[in-house]
């Protein structure tokens, strides 16, 4: 049963939004933690909030598959609340990425706490690719510089140019280096994604800036835009702290990236667009993405478990979407499933009979290995 059900009131959730703010924030409590508590634990944070306490809430709380009103979609879509809720998200991260270096750069902290301080960052940094493409895919140049901005930390800036014109073009078929393949593991996944989506950018803007009479190397380049905000970031911070940041930085983008790609891996994993007769793939459907409704862990990262409604129709804001009865849906949240995709055997006895069971058993009909 769902946890809000269809109600007059425009968003029964709306103050939950600020919720999605916890993330950004993992950094600037450890420390005060760490002093009241006595247990170094808490430079972990990160982590523990996201594979820890969001399942347990998951789990405790249950699923919320009520929608917005058609009536209300106007009026959720032009309230600037929420996009706020997404704008605070930036000056957050980046002041706890301050303060992680004052912490990386002095001598207090231990080898293995500064290491929980930077997977704590990372996790920051890849919830922070998840503000990015909420904002990357509004038509308002502010909130598309914003995206630009929240990507800087990962140094994944390319990542604006190949979700929004490569992986929304071909989601769900062997040609999307960002759709995971039936049978295919995470760890043979990750690298696949990574390059391929690389590859994939580059060539998208190098042929818009062909179709414009640009050259690559140009101001226009969105690419070289959103890297070279990373490379001013990460300058800036080792010009501040000194270059004994320098490994903490690269690590916390690394870990940035790869939770991306890992929740990349979750969305649309086995599933296949149908193909019309002449052989082309059909438009996106909400039967193409994996869907969840667990409640923490969408009001946590702003909706994006609704995954289906959302490539279906791009253009929806957060707050908007729907969840879709024909969608497939995950058996737990993301957070859940992230820790069961770096079991394969774990993640195959869970996931794999979901995906026949979309496509009747047909495996003529999924996304496999063999293409």
């Not at 510089?145 to 769900?172: D, M, P, T, W």
């Amino acid at each position: 049963m769902a946890v809000f059900e269809h109600t007059r009131v425009s968003d029964p959730k709306r103050y939950l939004w600020l919720l999605g703010l916890i993330a950004p924030a993992c950094a600037l409590f450890p420390s005060q933690l760490v002093a009241l508590s006595g247990l170094p634990v808490f430079w972990w944070i990160g982590p523990i909030i996201v594979f820890v306490a969001i399942p347990l809430l998951d789990l405790t709380i249950g699923r919320d598959g009520s929608n917005p009103l058609d009536e209300d979609y106007e009026a959720l879509s032009d309230d600037r609340y929420y996009r706020w809720c997404t704008y605070l998200f930036l000056p957050i991260q980046f002041i706890s990425l301050v303060i992680a270096g004052y912490f990386w750069a002095g001598s207090e902290l231990s080898v293995l706490d500064k290491l929980g301080l930077a997977v704590t960052m990372g996790v920051v940094s890849g919830i922070g690719i998840n503000a990015a493409h909420e904002l990357g895919h509004r038509s308002e140049h502010l909130e598309r510089r914003l995206a630009k901005i929240a990507l800087a930390q990962s140094g994944y800036g390319h990542f604006f140019v190949e979700h929004n014109r490569g992986h929304h073009v071909r989601v769900a078929t062997p040609e999307d280096p960002a759709s995971a393949r039936f049978g295919e593991r995470l760890w043979e996944f990750l690298p696949r994604s990574a390059f391929g989506g690389l590859r994939s950018a580059v060539a998208l803007e190098r042929e818009r800036l062909a179709r414009k009479g640009k050259r690559w190397w140009c101001r226009d380049n969105q690419i070289l835009q959103a890297w070279s905000m990373s490379l001013v970031l990460f300058a800036t911070m080792t010009a501040v702290f000194g270059p004994a940041i320098i490994p903490y930085l690269l690590l916390q983008a690394v870990i940035g990236a790869g939770l991306l790609e890992t929740v990349n891996y979750i969305e649309h994993y086995g599933l296949l667009r149908s193909r019309r007769p002449d052989g082309t793939y059909a438009r996106c459907s909400p039967r193409d993405s994996w869907n969840s409704d667990h409640l923490v862990t969408n009001v946590f990262l702003f909706h994006l478990q609704r995954h289906s409604d959302h490539h279906a129709n791009p253009s929806r804001r957060y707050q908007t979407l729907r969840s879709c009865e024909q969608a497939p849906q995950l058996p737990a949240g993301y957070a859940t499933m992230v820790v069961l995709a770096a079991v394969p055997p774990l993640w195959r006895a869970v996931m794999d009979k979901r995906v026949l069971a979309h496509y009747g058993g047909d495996l003529s009909l999924v996304n496999s290995k063999r293409g």
